[in-house]
């Protein structure tokens, strides 16, 4: 979706003659990716970018992300994005219907809550290079959301033994080792493992030896933080 939308708008440029301001031209790509998914509207940024209106961010919207990436410590430039993909299977709850069951969960005013002051607190880590409140506040999104989940009415669980296990794997890691290992959850069954690139050879080494067994078929996928779209055709 967000290629997408950057190509109506290139061809906009390109026909219409609008749109020459850089700012202008990826906030609108960003509007209309954002018709599609909060996720689309975030990828047409390098590096990093936010979506949702936050009170540490006085220009942040909810029609549009905006980027921060020029905000990012070096340490979070290099950063990985490793998926261990538990199952491969479509989730019995699709994410759109997660969304509207939050709608009456008697947590939602406090998830909010939470989810502003993360954002600052956020915010301060990745410019000043904290990895360690960084993975703190990664872990604990990613748990609310499925403790949301399982508080919702209906509730449901989309995580799978092998998730917990992972968590738990990943966890005695980071105690023994010192490394900064640390993991989020999408809403599925799958955990992204979030590092530094000057751990990279430890930590993958682990993840080849320790867990692909949880993964299915011992698949997973490295990923990296991006330096943003690029337009194949002039």
């Known amino acids: 979706m967000s290629a997408l939308a950057l190509c109506l708008c290139s061809l906009e440029r390109e026909?219409?003659?609008?749109?020459?301001?850089?700012?202008?031209?990826?906030?609108?790509?960003?509007?209309?990716?954002?018709?599609?998914?909060?996720?689309?509207?975030?990828?047409?940024?390098p590096y990093a970018a936010l979506w949702g209106q936050s009170p540490s961010f006085p220009k942040a919207s909810d029609e549009f992300a905006i980027p921060i990436g020029q905000t990012l410590h070096p340490v979070f430039q290099g950063f990985h994005d490793d998926i261990l993909i538990v199952s491969k299977k479509e989730k019995p709850v699709s994410s759109r219907v997660g969304?509207?069951?939050?709608?009456?969960?008697?947590?939602?005013?406090?998830?909010?809550?939470?989810?502003?002051?993360?954002?600052?607190?956020?915010?301060?880590?990745?410019?000043?290079g904290d990895v360690e409140i960084f993975g703190q506040i990664a872990e604990s999104e990613a748990l609310t959301l499925h403790a949301l989940m399982m508080a919702s009415s209906p509730p449901f669980i989309l995580?799978?033994?092998?998730?917990?296990?992972?968590?738990?794997?990943?966890?005695?890691?980071?105690?023994?080792?010192?490394?900064?290992?640390?993991?989020?959850?999408?809403?599925?069954?799958?955990?992204?493992?979030?590092?530094?690139?000057?751990?990279?050879?430890?930590?993958?080494?682990?993840?080849?030896?320790?867990?692909?067994?949880?993964?299915?078929?011992g698949f997973w996928i490295q990923d990296e933080i991006g330096s943003g779209p690029k337009q194949i055709r002039e």
Do not use: W
């Open 15 to 45: 026909l219409f003659g609008t749109l020459a301001d850089e700012s202008a031209f990826f906030q609108k790509a960003s509007f209309f990716a954002r018709l599609g998914s909060g996720s689309a509207c975030r990828s047409v940024y």
């Open 99 to 128: 969304h509207q069951l939050m709608e009456g969960n008697p947590y939602a005013s406090s998830r909010y809550q939470q989810a502003h002051d993360h954002t600052s607190a956020l915010a301060g880590a990745l410019e000043i």
């Open 159 to 217: 995580m799978q033994p092998h998730s917990l296990a992972l968590i738990e794997r990943i966890r005695q890691y980071r105690s023994d080792t010192r490394l900064p290992l640390y993991f989020t959850l999408d809403a599925g069954p799958n955990l992204h493992l979030l590092y530094p690139d000057e751990c990279r050879e430890e930590i993958q080494s682990f993840i080849r030896t320790e867990l692909t067994a949880y993964c299915e078929d």
